[in-house]
C-alpha cells in the first residue's frame, strides 16, 4: 500500500531552559493509521503534540503538514487539517453541548462569525454520529469525563477533517468509558479516520493502534506494529517492571507481575 504522509517530522529537538525533553525525533503520520505514542510521564509525547500543532516553536528540526513546513501555516490554517481533543477541557461559560459542538466550526466561518443554519446542522449531524444526539441541549459543564470526551470527539468531526490529535483521551476516565472511547475510535478509523493520540496505557495502545512509537527519555526507541514493538522487555526498559504478554483469542495483554503480600 502506498503510503501518503500527513504529518512529518525531521530531527527535531526541544528543550526548556535547562531540561532538554526531545532529541532528534524523526516520525512520520500517514493517511489513514492509528498511531499511538506510548511512554511514561516526562518523556516527551505531550511535548510532541504541542510541537505538531504549532504551540510551542522547535530550535532545531523541520515538521511538515502535508506538504508545507508547520512555520508556514496559521493556527487557523492548521485547524483546517487537523482536529486536535485534548485530555481535559474547561470552559469559563457553561456552554450547551451543541454550542460547544458548534465551536469546530470556527475555521470554516471565522471566530467572530454568526453561526448558520448549516453550521448547527453540521454540529448536530456530529452528534448523531458520535451517539450522544440527546446531550444537545444538556450543559457542558454538568456533563461527566466520559460524556465530555464525546462531546469533544463530536466537536473534532465538526471541523470537517480527517485527521484527529488526542493527548490521554482516557485521561479521569473510569473503566466503562475508557473502552467506549477507544471503541470509538475505532469505528472512526474503519470509516477512514487518521488518528495520533498519546496514551500511557500499553493495553489500549495494542487494542487500538496499526502502529505503535514508543518515548522514553526524549527519544523514539520503537516504532512498528504493536504485536512486534509492546513486548515484555520493552515494558521493562521503559517502565521498570516486569509483565507478560497473554494472547487470548484475537486481542493481546499486558499483565504486569508482582507479588502479593499476605493480608
Known sequence: MELNPIITVNDLHFAYPKRSVLEGIDFTLNRGEVVSLLGPNGCGKSTLIRLILKLIHAKQ???????????????????????????YHNVPFNYSVLEMVMMGRVSKSGFFAAASANDRATAYASLERIGIADLADRAFGHLSGGQKQMVLLAR???QEVNTFIMDEPVSGLDYGNQIRLLELINDLARQGYTFLKTTHYPDHALMVSSRV???NEGRIIANGLPEEVINSSMIREVYGIEADLITHNTNTWCIPTFSKGAL
Open 61 to 87: 528540526g523541520e515538521i511538515w503538514l502535508e506538504n508545507k513546513t508547520i512555520h508556514r501555516y496559521s493556527h487557523r490554517e492548521i485547524a483546517k487539517h487537523i482536529a486536535y481533543i485534548p485530555q
Open 156 to 158: 473534532a468531526l465538526t
Open 213 to 215: 512509537v514508543v518515548m
